[in-house]
């Protein structure tokens, strides 16, 4: 299967652990988080609006919530992106395994995740180490 992933989405999968806005998007995010583990998923990546979007309450009119927080969203992506190829499709386990390698300390994440407010509930971001 063929997956649309903005690019600061790559993290919160990787701290995915069954919370979400509504029932409908943890249904989405639960079921895009067990594609992304198989090898035969293939990553595209954009800024944009995306395949977890597509089920979030906070799409509207095909931006996050308004304009203010669709640009800083964008940021986030475009700080994600800017580590990889956003021409390329990639094996999803491989992207994955990529991710792990460039963002593997709370200073790497710094610009993405600071704002988070799911950040004391994301595995990912709880297992980083501090060192920059
Ligand atoms: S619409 Fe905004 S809050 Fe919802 S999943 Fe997309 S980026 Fe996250």
């Given at each position: 299967?063929?997956?649309?992933?903005?690019?600061?989405?790559?993290?919160?999968?990787?701290?995915?652990?069954?919370?979400?806005?509504?029932?409908?998007?943890?249904?989405?995010?639960?079921?895009?988080?067990?594609?992304?583990?198989?090898?035969?998923?293939?990553?595209?990546?954009?800024?944009?609006?995306?395949?977890?979007?597509?089920?979030?309450?906070?799409?509207?009119?095909?931006?996050?919530?308004?304009?203010?927080?669709?640009?800083?969203?964008?940021?986030?992506?475009?700080?994600?992106?800017?580590?990889?190829d956003?021409?390329k499709?990639?094996?999803?386990?491989?992207?994955?395994d990529?991710?792990?390698?460039?963002?593997?300390?709370?200073?790497?994440?710094?610009k993405?995740?600071?704002?988070?407010?799911?950040?004391?509930?994301?595995?990912?971001?709880?297992?980083?180490?501090?060192?920059?």
């Open positions: 299967m063929k997956l649309k992933l903005r690019g600061h989405h790559l993290l919160c999968l990787k701290g995915f652990q069954g919370y979400g806005y509504d029932e409908n998007f943890v249904k989405n995010m639960t079921f895009i988080n067990s594609k992304r583990k198989l090898p035969q998923t293939i990553i595209s990546l954009c800024d944009s609006a995306d395949d977890i979007c597509s089920s979030c309450p906070n799409l509207i009119d095909g931006i996050c919530e308004d304009k203010t927080q669709n640009e800083r969203v964008i940021s986030m992506d475009r700080e994600v992106l800017k580590k990889l956003i021409t499709e990639y094996i999803s386990t491989e992207l994955f990529k991710i792990d390698e460039i963002f593997n300390t709370k200073g790497s994440v710094s993405i995740c600071f704002n988070c407010k799911w950040s004391e509930k994301c595995l990912f971001y709880q297992k980083l180490s501090n060192n920059r």
